[in-house]
């Protein structure tokens, strides 16, 4: 039995997926809404930081030793391209492929300033559209990450988040390790 919050909830819900019209993407009601949220927050927190960064600054050492800042981007875009890429196979019901002539990590950083943000910036776009569509048994299907890892689409947003978060501290660029949520910190 639903409580009156939880029908004004429902019910307000409703009434903006209404408004928004029949393109708005939302996530599944059985989603892990808290984990997507601090996969997102996570995001943003990243993007703060990366968009802090001069051009120069992006191709300096970051807290991680023998990695560029540009290192940290690409393989945070290219977990975020990766995880998207698993969730499209999943909601087409075709097996895990993936592009022969996927880039390599030293092309990604040898990027421009500009493509590597975009690059960050399109992959998390990519990454949020894909949870979006996951109807709601799909949040609990098999799914193989392109590194064989063997998951359900439910795990991904917090192995996001955990990533995203610290990701922000090792590019070294004023991200404090205090600003990681407590539940992320150990991973």
Same mark, same amino acid.
């Given at each position: =039995? ?11 819900r409703?009434?903006? &997926? ?19 949220l =601090?996969?997102r &927050?996570?995001?943003?927190? !990243?993007?703060?930081? #990366?968009?802090?960064?001069? %051009?120069k ?6 807290? *991680?030793?023998g990695?560029?800042?540009?290192? *940290? ?35 990604? *950083? ?5 493509? #590597?943000?975009?690059? !960050? ?12 569509? #996951? ?5 609990? =299907?098999?799914?193989? #990450? ?13 192995? &996001? ?16 390790v ?6 992320? =910190? %150990?991973?």
């Open positions: =039995m639903s409580t009156p919050d939880q029908d004004n909830l429902a019910g307000a409703a009434a903006l &997926r209404a408004r928004q019209g029949a393109g708005a993407r939302y996530d599944a009601d059985t989603a892990p809404v808290d984990d997507l =601090m996969a &927050r996570g995001t943003a927190y !990243f993007a703060r930081q #990366l968009m802090g960064l001069s %051009d600054a992006l191709y300096e050492p970051s807290a *991680i030793v990695q560029t800042r540009a290192h *940290i981007v690409a393989r945070i875009s290219y977990e975020a391209r990766h995880h998207a890429l698993a969730l499209e196979s999943l909601t087409q019901g075709n097996a895990l492929e993936l592009p022969e002539d996927l880039p390599s990590l030293d092309l990604a *950083i040898s990027l421009p300033a500009r493509a #590597l943000r975009n690059l !960050f910036q399109h992959s998390e776009v990519h990454l949020n559209i894909c949870w979006r569509d #996951l109807t709601e048994s799909q949040w609990d =299907m098999p799914l193989t #990450l392109p590194n064989g890892e063997r998951v359900t689409p439910r795990d991904l947003p917090l192995m &996001r988040a955990k990533s995203i978060w610290h990701g922000a501290v090792a590019l070294g660029s004023g991200a404090r205090s600003d990681i949520p407590r539940q992320l =910190m %150990d991973g």
